[in-house]
Protein backbone atom coordinates (compact mmCIF):
# COMPACT_ATOMS: atom_id res chain seq x y z
CA UNK A 1 0.00 0.00 0.00
CA UNK A 2 1.60 3.36 -1.04
CA UNK A 3 0.53 7.01 0.02
CA UNK A 4 -2.28 7.95 1.34
CA UNK A 5 -4.24 11.04 0.91
CA UNK A 6 -7.80 12.80 0.99
CA UNK A 7 -9.41 12.96 -2.08
CA UNK A 8 -9.64 16.57 -3.55
CA UNK A 9 -13.04 16.83 -2.74
CA UNK A 10 -13.32 15.25 0.79
CA UNK A 11 -12.43 17.69 3.83
CA UNK A 12 -12.22 16.86 7.47
CA UNK A 13 -12.87 18.85 9.58
CA UNK A 14 -13.84 19.04 13.67
CA UNK A 15 -17.52 19.74 14.35
CA UNK A 16 -17.41 22.11 17.33
CA UNK A 17 -21.25 21.23 17.95
CA UNK A 18 -20.71 17.60 18.12
CA UNK A 19 -17.35 17.98 19.37
CA UNK A 20 -16.09 15.00 16.86
CA UNK A 21 -14.05 14.60 13.42
CA UNK A 22 -16.43 14.84 10.55
CA UNK A 23 -15.13 13.93 6.75
CA UNK A 24 -17.33 16.14 4.48
CA UNK A 25 -17.51 15.02 0.88
CA UNK A 26 -20.57 16.21 -1.89
CA UNK A 27 -23.56 15.79 -0.26
CA UNK A 28 -22.44 13.20 2.81
CA UNK A 29 -21.19 13.71 5.91
CA UNK A 30 -19.70 10.85 7.94
CA UNK A 31 -18.58 11.29 12.01
CA UNK A 32 -15.48 9.75 12.46
CA UNK A 33 -14.23 8.17 15.95
CA UNK A 34 -10.83 9.50 17.36
CA UNK A 35 -8.96 6.65 15.89
CA UNK A 36 -10.21 7.04 12.46
CA UNK A 37 -9.85 11.03 12.74
CA UNK A 38 -6.43 10.57 13.81
CA UNK A 39 -5.04 7.88 10.98
CA UNK A 40 -7.22 10.72 8.54
CA UNK A 41 -5.22 13.26 9.48
CA UNK A 42 -1.90 11.88 8.37
CA UNK A 43 -3.34 11.32 5.02
CA UNK A 44 -1.47 14.10 3.84
CA UNK A 45 0.04 12.67 0.36
CA UNK A 46 3.93 12.89 2.66
CA UNK A 47 3.80 9.73 4.61
CA UNK A 48 3.29 5.87 2.99
CA UNK A 49 0.89 3.65 5.28
CA UNK A 50 3.85 2.23 7.11
CA UNK A 51 4.95 5.78 8.68
CA UNK A 52 1.01 6.40 9.52
CA UNK A 53 1.35 3.41 10.95
CA UNK A 54 4.40 3.91 12.95
CA UNK A 55 3.15 7.36 14.19
CA UNK A 56 0.06 6.68 15.51
CA UNK A 57 2.15 3.43 17.41
CA UNK A 58 4.26 6.43 18.96
CA UNK A 59 0.77 7.82 20.34
CA UNK A 60 -1.41 4.50 21.14
CA UNK A 61 -0.87 1.98 23.17
CA UNK A 62 -2.22 -0.95 20.63
CA UNK A 63 -2.40 -0.80 16.61
CA UNK A 64 -3.32 -3.03 14.52
CA UNK A 65 -1.51 -2.64 11.38
CA UNK A 66 -4.43 -4.64 9.40
CA UNK A 67 -7.30 -2.56 11.00
CA UNK A 68 -5.31 0.47 9.66
CA UNK A 69 -4.81 -0.94 6.33
CA UNK A 70 -8.43 -2.43 5.92
CA UNK A 71 -9.69 1.24 7.11
CA UNK A 72 -7.52 3.03 4.26
CA UNK A 73 -9.10 0.27 2.09
CA UNK A 74 -12.16 1.18 2.79
CA UNK A 75 -12.02 4.81 2.43
CA UNK A 76 -10.70 4.10 -0.46
CA UNK A 77 -13.15 2.65 -2.17
CA UNK A 78 -15.83 4.92 -0.98
CA UNK A 79 -13.36 7.38 -2.84
CA UNK A 80 -12.75 9.45 0.41
CA UNK A 81 -8.87 8.81 -0.06
CA UNK A 82 -6.76 8.21 -2.89
CA UNK A 83 -3.32 5.87 -2.67
CA UNK A 84 -0.60 6.51 -5.05
CA UNK A 85 2.38 4.19 -5.19
CA UNK A 86 4.79 6.52 -3.33
Known amino acids: MG???LAPHVR???D???DQYVLL???TVAVLNGTSAAILRLCDGQRSVAEIIAE???TYE???ED???GFLSRMAAR?????TDG
Open 3 to 5: VPT
Open 12 to 14: LRH
Open 16 to 18: AAR
Open 25 to 27: GPE
Open 56 to 58: LRG
Open 62 to 64: HVA
Open 67 to 69: DVR
Open 79 to 83: HYVEI
